[in-house]
């Protein structure tokens, strides 16, 4: 998919638009694809300071915390690798994920939080929590 730039002229954008290039401002592009071709842009503008893009990825998932989910089995699977004594699940994940001295890294398509000797490994576009180990020393 070609795309045009974001400040293109009136007549630059009336022709990509007969040339068949989309733009990120066309109601036509799902959102999903908008935002997808925005992490990518990013990726390439971040390359060469990653700090600012791990920066930008955790501030994502942090902002997205109240989306934050898991399934039944889910929860059962994650309490018992971790040895959890609370049921509240999401919640302790939710509050782990908070915690200063969380990493959080995103590859492909889930993030990886290392808090409190543990890995938590998160579905990075539905937010579901999907397992949970503890780091192995």
């Known amino acids: 998919m070609r795309m045009a730039s ?8 009336d022709s990509a638009k007969r ?3 989309t733009q990120l401002s066309d109601p036509a592009l799902p959102a999903a694809s908008r935002r997808l071709i925005i992490f990518i842009l ?3 503008i971040f390359r060469e300071n990653k700090e600012i893009f791990l920066m930008y990825t955790t501030n994502e998932l942090l902002s997205n915390l109240d989306k934050l989910h898991t ?3 889910g929860a059962v699977r994650i309490k018992k690798n971790l040895s ?3 049921d509240e ?3 302790w994940c939710k509050l782990s994920i908070k915690q ?3 990493s959080v890294t995103r590859s492909g398509k889930n993030w990886y939080v290392r808090v409190n000797g543990c890995i938590l490994t998160i579905h990075a576009h539905s937010y579901t929590v999907i397992t949970a180990h503890k780091i192995k020393k």
């Open 42 to 44: 990013l990726r390439i």
């Open 6 to 13: 974001a400040s293109c002229s009136v007549t630059a954008c």
């Open 71 to 73: 399934t039944d089995l």
């Open 89 to 91: 699940v999401i919640e």
């Open 84 to 86: 959890l004594d609370t």
């Open 100 to 102: 200063p001295d969380a």
């Open 19 to 21: 040339d068949g290039q």
